[in-house]
């Protein structure tokens, strides 16, 4: 059973960091794309960052460039993503989803997602 689990998430003061985990399990992460994506409350779900199955070509939502970072690590069959200098408006439930096309796209037509966690950036 094809299975992604995020976890990582929690509350943060402004300023601050967080490292957000996807674990899959039930297939190899490495020959997916991996997207992170993000939605707020009364708001769209909005793609964050990806990263390709093959180059590990990366790609980051404007907003979050410079403070976000995706890596994978295909021996533990995890993608990270490394939240720097975070803000309030990055506060959302936070989504990791992969797809076997294997194409980095921040557009949410990814086959399998995982059930999300929580990140609260809050003084």
């Known amino acids: 059973q094809l299975q992604l689990v995020e976890s990582g998430g929690g509350l943060v003061q402004p300023g601050g960091s967080l490292r957000l985990s996807c674990a899959a399990s039930g297939f190899t992460l490495g020959n997916y794309a991996i997207g992170w994506f993000r939605q707020a409350p009364g708001k769209e779900r909005e793609g964050v960052s990806c990263?390709?199955?093959?180059?590990?070509?990366?790609n980051y939502v404007d907003s979050v460039k410079g403070r976000f970072t995706i890596s994978r690590d295909n021996a533990k069959n995890t993608v990270y993503l490394q939240m720097n200098s975070l803000k309030p408006e990055d506060t959302a439930v936070y989504y990791c989803?992969?797809?076997?096309?294997?194409?980095?796209?921040?557009?949410?037509?990814?086959?399998?997602w995982g059930q999300g966690t929580q990140v609260t950036v809050s003084s």
């Open positions: 989803a992969a797809s076997e096309f294997g194409l980095c796209t921040l557009y949410p037509g990814y086959e399998y």
């Open positions: 990263i390709s199955s093959r180059k590990g070509a990366t």
